[in-house]
């Protein structure tokens, strides 16, 4: 079974300031990564996802994210944020093997950025 | 390409009542999610449907149940509407292997009475 927690259910911040958007994840089998935004009343916009290859994985809108192994995390950042960015952004895994292939989300962390 | 297209938008139902959501996958993705999202909530995992037969389920009861068409489009059907019911319902689509990532709707909100 897998599992996905992420660690600020809301993140202020001020415009141009960097953040970072915390998750950890539980899996016993290999897993892809993704995160996700979700504007209000929208749905889900996939920002960028870690298949294999470099930890390191760079995505739209200027974020980026790096999957650490060792500590089963998959941290989101942004050096210099902007007002659009308010949303709300979930992490998610995928068992790489099984032939549901759903994703395991985590609760969300909603990210206002503050003029 | 189009993206995944749901309706209707927004809905209200009486408890106990019927309820059937439909869905139109991205063209050329074979595979249909649904998802519910309750409010403040990350969304949960329904069912999958590929080539038209239920492919994997989360842990929801029987009385929710779905679709695939041959054309990939789906439907959701809840029987016996609860309160709880009420959240945002979300279709995703995509190929089959899950590393090519999920296209997802805007979802049609429920909200049961």
């Known amino acids: 079974a897998q599992s996905v927690t992420q660690l600020d259910s809301q993140v202020p911040v001020f415009e141009e300031a960097p953040v970072e958007l915390r998750c950890n994840y539980s899996s016993s089998v290999s897993v892809y990564l993704f995160w996700y935004v979700q504007y209000p009343n929208q749905g889900l916009q996939l920002l960028l996802k870690?298949?294999?290859?470099?930890?390191l994985v760079k995505g739209i809108n200027g974020f980026e994210a790096e999957f650490n192994k060792s500590q089963t995390s998959f941290h989101l950042r942004k050096p210099s944020v902007h007002i659009s960015d308010t949303a709300e952004y979930f992490c998610?895994?995928?068992?790489?093997?099984?032939?549901?292939?759903?994703?395991?989300f985590g609760k969300g962390t909603k990210l206002s950025v503050k003029p | 390409e189009t993206g995944v297209t749901q309706s209707p938008t927004h809905l209200i139902k009486t408890r106990g009542q019927q309820v059937t959501l439909r869905c139109s996958s991205q063209?050329?993705?074979?595979?249909v999610s649904w998802y519910q999202q309750a409010l403040g909530q990350g969304p949960q995992f329904i069912f999958q449907y590929y080539r038209e037969e239920e492919n994997g389920r989360g842990n929801f009861p029987p009385r929710f149940s779905g679709l695939q068409f041959p054309n990939y489009s789906s439907e959701l059907n809840v029987n016996a509407l609860e309160l709880d019911d009420s959240a945002l319902y979300l279709c995703a689509s995509s190929l089959l292997v899950p590393q090519h990532g999920y296209t997802f709707g805007s979802g049609t909100r429920l909200t049961v009475v």
């Open positions: 998610a895994v995928s068992p790489r093997r099984g032939s549901q292939g759903n994703l395991i």
């Open positions: 870690y298949l294999s290859g470099s930890t």
């Open positions: 063209s050329g993705h074979n595979t």
